[in-house]
C-alpha cells in the first residue's frame, strides 16, 4: 500500500464544508465546488507541495451502493464525460466542475465509498505529493466517509454511495498515478494506488494493522 507520506499537506476537517442538510437521496444533493479546499482566495495554497498549484473538490452522491471504496485518476475529457454520461441526470454543478478542470494541467481523482444513508459525505481530509526516488511521484489523498446529519435530524436508512471529485492543478505537467486512503463507515482503512491501468489495494483496521487485500477483498462496506 502507498500512503500518504509526510509531506501531505493536511488540508484539515475544519476546513471542510460539508454538504447541505437537507440529505436528499440520489445526485440531487450535490452541492457546489468546496471553498474552504485550497482555492486561492482562501489564502491555503501557501501550504501546498511546490508541484501543486491548487485544488478544488466536489461532493457528489448516488442511490446505487457500491460494495468497496474506490479511486481513478481521470486524465482527459473523454474519460470524464464517459463518467458523466452514465450518470442520471448529473446536477448542473457536477457538470460545470467537470468542464471547468483544464486537463493540460489538472487531472481529477474521483473517490467513492458505500454509506448508510444519503445524510453522509465523502470528506477529503489531506492532499499532497508521495515524492519517488524513481522521480515518479504519486498524487497523494486522505478521505473519510463522515456523517453530516446532526443528533435532532431525522434520516432514513438508505444505503447510498458518496463520492468526491478532487481537482488537482499542477504547475507543470499532471502527475499520473494517485495514492489514496479512504476510512469506509466502519472506520477501516482502505489504501488504494492506480497507474495506468493497474490497482493495488490493502486495508487496515482502528488498530494500524494492515493485511494485504486485493480490491476484490474489501467487501467491508
Known amino acids: 500500500m502507498t500512503c500518504p507520506s509526510r509531506r501531505a499537506v493536511l488540508g484539515g476537517t475544519a476546513s471542510l464544508i460539508a454538504l447541505s442538510a437537507g440529505c436528499l437521496s440520489g445526485d440531487e444533493d450535490e452541492g457546489s465546488p468546496d471553498d474552504g479546499t485550497g482555492d486561492p482566495e482562501d489564502g491555503e495554497t501557501d501550504d501546498l507541495p511546490d508541484a501543486l498549484a491548487s485544488y478544488e473538490t466536489q461532493p457528489f ?11 481513478e485518476l481521470i486524465h482527459d475529457r473523454d474519460a470524464a464525460d464517459d463518467w458523466l454520461d452514465v450518470r442520471d441526470s448529473p446536477p448542473e454543478s457536477l457538470t460545470d466542475f467537470i468542464e471547468d478542470t483544464d486537463f493540460e494541467v489538472a487531472v481529477l481523482a474521483k473517490l467513492e465509498a458505500g454509506a448508510p444513508s444519503p445524510c453522509h459525505e465523502m470528506g477529503l ?10 522521480n515518479d511521484d504519486s498524487l497523494a489523498l486522505r478521505a473519510a466517509v463522515q456523517e453530516t446529519a446532526d443528533e435532532k435530524e431525522a434520516c432514513a436508512t438508505q444505503e447510498v454511495t458518496v463520492g468526491r471529485l478532487v481537482r488537482a492543478t499542477f504547475e507543470s505537467e499532471p502527475l499520473s498515478k494517485l495514492s489514496v486512503s479512504i476510512r469506509d463507515r466502519h472506520g477501516q482503512s ?21 493485511d494485504n487485500a486485493t480490491e476484490s477483498d474489501a467487501d467491508s462496506e
Request: proline content about 5%.
Open 61 to 71: 452522491q448516488s442511490p446505487d451502493r457500491t460494495t468497496s471504496p474506490s479511486a
Open 190 to 210: 482502505h489504501g488504494i494506488a492506480t497507474a495506468s491501468e493497474s490497482v493495488s489495494e490493502s486495508t487496515s483496521g482502528n488498530d494500524g494493522g494492515t
Open 125 to 134: 481530509e489531506s492532499i499532497g505529493i508521495d515524492e519517488s526516488e524513481e
